[in-house]
């Protein structure tokens, strides 16, 4: 059938990067999933993270697939509730495949400003006026919304405790989205002892710094001790999910504090070639060998001391 050669095609490309553990992401639909699922076996493969909202749901074209389709920290309580209806159901697909991260965006403050902005202050490596008026709104308009992501993070933990998964809150690329750099230690400390953590994505981070907000290594220095997982990919300017060394982000200084990430996930986007993804991941894999052996070097040293 169609489904099961497009299963096959996407598996061998897999299969040419040399990578055999896996994220599956919100643009798989149920039959991609159903048939990613008949192979792990016979492929030896794992999976390691879903990402919110996964399969795509049935009724909804394929492109109109996104981490965004529902939002967990909208006002109105019966969209809420969709949001963790079908966050739920990328949980429940996680815990069938013996994946233990759920990778969840929280949402939006809604109404506060155009997804331009971000990307104008990144490109003039500053802060905008418009920007600066637009993260007013957002603090005027953010309590509300963290008080309905508590809400729907209450209800997630507790189906998230019974299926044996961890949900990773993920920082984003756009300033109106939750949560922003405050917003992770507020919710890290409210569910504290929930099996929840922060999930670093490099890229996002690094736009934000750009646009003159929260210096990309800031956000593992503060939250580096929850740090469930990240999302690796590179950047040159505004341009990110780049593999890992094709842009402008020091990997040297960067994986020391990412080391203590459970889940380490390559997401870049499509186009380059299996050789450059395996020669990337292989970078990887050697800048975290190398960051772990500095680490127990450093504590064997304090160690000896008297």
Partial sequence: SAQAQETAQLLDSLAETGLTRLELEYRLTTGLVEGIKKELRPR?????????????????????????????ADLDKEMRLTAIRYTIRTMELASEVEATAVVLHLGTVEGVGDKQLIRQAARRGEVTPALSSMLEH?????????DAVSFSLERLIE???????SLGLENRYHAQQIPDFNEVGFLLERFKGAPLGYWHDTGHAWVMGLAGL??????????GGSLL???????????????????????????PLLLPARFKVLEVAPGPEARELAESAEMITQCFAQASAQ????????GEQP
């Avoid at 879903?50 to 492109?63: G, I, K, S, T």
């Avoid at 603090?139 to 963290?146: D, F, N, R, V, W």
């Avoid at 929260?214 to 939250?223: G, K």
């Fill in 295 to 302: 680490a127990q070097k450093a504590s064997g040293h304090q």
């Fill in 214 to 223: 929260t210096p990309h290594d800031e956000w593992l220095s503060a939250y």
């Fill in 138 to 146: 957002r603090a005027t308009a953010s309590p509300k919304h963290m």
């Fill in 44 to 72: 030896e493969l794992g999976v390691v993270s879903v990402h919110n909202y996964c399969p795509v749901p049935a009724d909804l074209p394929r492109e109109k697939a996104s981490g965004d389709l529902f939002n967990l």
């Fill in 159 to 165: 189906r998230a405790l019974q299926l044996g998964v």
């Fill in 229 to 255: 997982g990240c999302h690796l990919h590179d950047a040159s300017g505004d341009r990110d999910h780049q593999p890992p060394g094709a842009g402008d982000m020091d990997w040297d200084a960067l994986c």
